[in-house]
């Protein structure tokens, strides 16, 4: 990519606390010992009220037993009547003391129902959340969900709420399983948690590999969730576009479009570098290399106000920093549409290309890179993957480009997404103009190659599954 930032991505680092039981054990005669095996489940809620715009039910789990137990084992299942037969949800995750990327949500459908429960959620633990020691609990687990067209919903009638607890305390109207048994809690007459259909998965592809994948449903670029969901809204200055351009955070949105939030970038102009403002969206850890990555982009060829003609990109890439001019383990593989031209290009473009290396002064680079010359205005589904051979990408499901070996990556890399101006020759007014790109999900699959079908079913797993964030990959 042209006039690249060249500065190095902050590791994203999760602290992760463990409450440990206080006091010594004291023998007496009559107490019998810990079963090897056994949770507690505690509850609040901080959205009290008989209606909501989300039910948020917080959880912490204690471990009872004389073993250590694996969070990747243990499922959580909360209890609620549904608003209506068609109704559907979402699931996320606002803070965990185990971090929210290794918390997962899904929703499933009751074999009886009752007349407070015909639905329940189920939450999870990935192999991220690490262990429990005995006597210790997970910290808190901040968790919501909300009807996916954000109507208030009624949650009074629901088995698992309890309006009263905004404090933790013991509470059997959700329950817990261990390894697939039950070891907490009582479920809604008739529905042992082994006795209904599972909510499906998303499909793997066969030998599996670690996933992340986000919705991009958040309040707005503040919300905590965001953050802890391992994305940085950029706000520090410097290239790539207009000398003295910002990046501003606040003009990352959260918007709704077909049913889905998705996620909006806005980048503006009034025809100078002060009046500028680009925007970018980048995970804060280099953690990604080979396998398959995927998103869902809406390209503008107009302005949403204000007069047309800025050389503007869009894109969705991965990136590495430039340890130095030319060096070899730099690796950076873009998609980046020009709906206006630029660099020698006099109308609309998309280009994707991958990167060896690079010198900014003077400019000299080493790429692959493939294009087309023709308007992509609107929603695409862009895919690249990357194994030992060759880097592959895929618009709409179609091969848009093949490069060689001598361009795959040596280091892991960040997932990015921007909107910037290459300068200001296109459209010299002054008059202010705005210029929109959405983004509707992101996914990565660690070391697999996935069809572009492949990575739709996928993608529709997890949102037939409730799920809007997952995020599986092991940091580097």
């Excluded at 902050?10 to 054990?25: E, N, P, T």
């Excluded at 060829?301 to 800025?310: E, F, H, L």
Aim: charged content about 20%.
């Amino acid at each position: 990519m042209r006039n690249r930032p060249t500065a190095g991505r902050a590791r994203l680092a999760l602290a992760v606390a463990v409450v440990l039981g206080g006091g010594a054990l004291t023998a007496l005669p009559a107490q019998a010992a810990p079963a090897a095996d056994g949770l507690t489940v505690q509850y609040r809620t901080s959205a009290s009220g008989a209606t909501a715009d989300q039910t948020e039910p917080w959880f912490k789990v204690r471990n009872t037993g004389s073993s250590t137990v694996q969070l990747s084992q243990v499922r959580i299942r909360y209890y609620f009547k549904a608003d209506s037969p068609n109704a559907s949800y979402r699931f996320a995750c606002s803070w965990a003391v185990r971090g929210c990327a290794g918390v997962t949500g899904t929703f499933g459908t009751l074999s009886n129902p009752t007349a407070s429960a015909d639905r329940y959620l189920e939450v999870g633990f990935t192999a991220a959340a690490g262990t429990l020691a005995p006597g210790a609990d997970t910290g808190d687990l901040q968790l919501r969900f909300h009807r996916s067209d954000w109507q208030p919903l009624r949650q009074s009638d629901d088995y698992s709420f309890d309006g009263a607890r905004t404090s933790y305390g013991d509470w059997d109207k959700v329950t817990a399983q261990l390894a697939g048994g039950t070891v907490w809690g009582t479920a809604p007459e008739g529905n042992d948690p082994t006795d209904p259909t599972d909510p499906t998965d998303p499909t793997d592809p066969p030998g599996g590999g670690q996933t992340l994948f986000d919705d991009f449903d958040y309040g707005s670029h503040t919300d905590p969730a965001l953050s802890a969901h391992g994305w940085s809204v950029r706000s520090n200055s410097g290239g790539p576009g207009v000398p003295g351009a910002t990046w501003d955070p606040s003009k990352v949105t959260f918007v709704s479009a077909g049913g889905n939030s998705v996620m909006n970038l806005e980048t503006s102009t009034a025809g100078t570098g002060a009046s500028t403002t680009q925007t970018e969206v980048l995970t804060k850890s280099m953690k990604f290399r080979n396998g398959t990555y995927a998103a869902r982009v809406k390209f503008s060829d107009a302005p949403k106000s204000g007069p047309d003609g800025d050389h503007l990109v869009q894109t969705f890439f991965t990136i590495n920093d430039l340890k130095a001019p030319m060096a070899d383990d730099y690796a950076e593989y873009d998609f980046e549409y020009l709906p206006n031209g630029g660099w020698g290009e006099p109308s609309n473009i998309l280009y994707t290309t991958s990167w060896e290396t690079y010198d900014p002064d003077p400019w000299q680079a080493v790429n692959q890179h493939s294009e087309q010359r023709s308007s992509y205005a609107g929603w695409h589904d862009l895919v690249v993957t990357i194994d030992d051979d060759a880097i592959a990408y895929y618009v709409d499901g179609q091969p848009f480009g093949t490069h060689g070996a001598q361009y795959l990556p040596e280091r892991p890399m960040s997932i990015n997404f921007n909107q910037w101006l290459i300068d200001l020759n296109g459209q010299t007014s002054t008059v202010p103009r705005a210029y929109d790109q959405q983004v509707d999900y992101v996914l990565h699959v660690k070391d697999q190659v996935l069809t572009p079908a492949e990575v739709a079913a996928k993608v529709a797993g997890y949102r037939a599954a409730g799920t809007g964030f997952v995020d599986e990959v092991p940091a580097s």
